[in-house]
């Protein structure tokens, strides 16, 4: 019964949190708008110091991911702006910081409701705490790998253009067109910050702190170079083209290689864990050994240890730098 009443508080709780945090994204969100175009008109600051600036302005007792964003400091919540803009995903930091306290509320709610364990109840709640960052780097890598595998194709477009007497804003232009997103929006958003006033050299730096990749990095470095020394530009994003066809070559020649690899990290680390869940909840009794006694605890922490190191060692097997 306890347990029950709880839950309803739980979710009570949640449902208020999100119809106020919802009733004032509705009523700020086109003074928001406003700002957020003149700060790209003013030029000011890039992206991401004024995500961070809007953030500080924000931490209110109404949004209760503002509130937690001024506790947890602002370099935690510009990583979370790179990661949500990496994504692709509309977002604010704190919004994000919310979704993702809602889902620890949820999971606790959820663990309170079918188990008095409360091993298993703090283990729902980091759970569901991590999933949202689960879903949006699985998002992240998916548009990562997307804008990569577009980009020699967007580069030849640019090449042609080039080539043809168009101007290199008037190219990215025509590969903006020509193409489909993710690159393609992130070429119009390019040439949407430098019709508003930012330099092309500002807003191609942007974007590669949106896009992330390290291709549009040597893509970058190559038109600032030439802008700083000369040069043929039509020649010099040909080169890089071929440079990042031959990347992309060689990064998937070492997928399929570590590929067995990266499958026993992920068996070695989810293995036991799953197994341990099944347990607990098909047998609870069968480890009140581990659990309940202070030589169990010590085992438990001594084998979490050894299997992150496990984890951890596989991993840096297996991802390769380039």
Do not use: C
């Amino acid at each position: 019964m306890d347990n029950s009443i709880l839950v309803i508080v739980f979710l009570a709780a949640t449902t208020m949190v999100l119809l106020v945090l919802g009733a004032q994204k509705l009523l700020t969100q086109k003074k928001e708008r406003l700002k957020e175009r003149v700060a790209v008109v003013a030029a000011k600051e890039d992206t991401f110091a004024t995500a961070s600036k809007a953030e500080k302005q924000k931490a209110t007792w109404l949004n209760v991911g503002g509130a937690v964003s001024w506790m947890v400091g602002p370099d935690f919540m510009r990583r979370q702006a790179e990661l949500l803009a990496s994504a692709n995903l509309p977002w604010r930091a704190s919004e994000f910081l919310t979704i993702r306290l809602t889902f620890a509320a949820i999971g606790t709610a959820a663990g309170l409701a079918f188990t008095d364990r409360a091993v298993l109840i703090v283990l729902l709640a980091v759970m569901a705490f991590w999933l949202p960052v689960f879903y949006v780097g699985r998002r992240k890598a998916k548009r990562q790998s997307d804008f990569d595998m577009q980009l020699p194709d967007a580069l030849q477009l640019i090449v042609n253009s080039l080539r043809a007497g168009f101007s290199f804003n008037k190219a990215m232009e025509v590969a903006s067109q020509s193409t489909t997103p993710p690159i393609s929006s992130d070429f119009a958003s390019v040439l949407r910050e430098v019709s508003l006033g930012m330099s092309i050299e500002d807003a191609l730096q942007s974007m590669a702190r949106r896009a992330q990749s390290p291709e549009f990095d040597i893509v970058v470095s190559a038109y600032l170079i030439q802008r700083e020394v000369g040069g043929n530009l039509a020649v010099i994003m040909e080169k890089v083209a071929d440079t990042v066809r031959q990347r992309l070559r060689m990064r998937g020649e070492l997928s399929v290689l570590t590929a067995q690899g990266r499958i026993s990290g992920y068996v070695v680390g989810l293995l036991p864990i799953a197994v341990f869940g099944i347990v607990i909840v098909a047998a609870p009794d069968y480890l009140d050994p581990l659990i309940k006694t202070s030589m169990g605890r010590g085992a438990l922490i001594f084998a979490v240890f050894w299997q992150m190191v496990g984890v951890m060692m596989i991993r840096s097997i297996t991802n390769i730098k380039m």
